[in-house]
């Protein structure tokens, strides 16, 4: 299910948004913020994990999965 809101954004971002789609990386203005907020829950997510890791401190079991994973580039679309 999906809701249908209203959002004002500023000239400089629309126009952002707009040649983003006229690219074609995007079909419409919707898919455009959408990817944006997918990305940045991800990101908020990310910066929670990251702050309970440090609180706890590391884990040696999985220290050598880290040091793996600080290796492997991020697809982060």
Known sequence: MSKQIAVRLSDELVAFVDRVVESGDERSRAAVVTRALERERRRLAAA????ILAR?????ELAGLAEYAARVPLDLD
């Open 56 to 60: 706890a401190g590391g884990d040696p």
């Open 48 to 51: 929670r994990d990251a702050e």
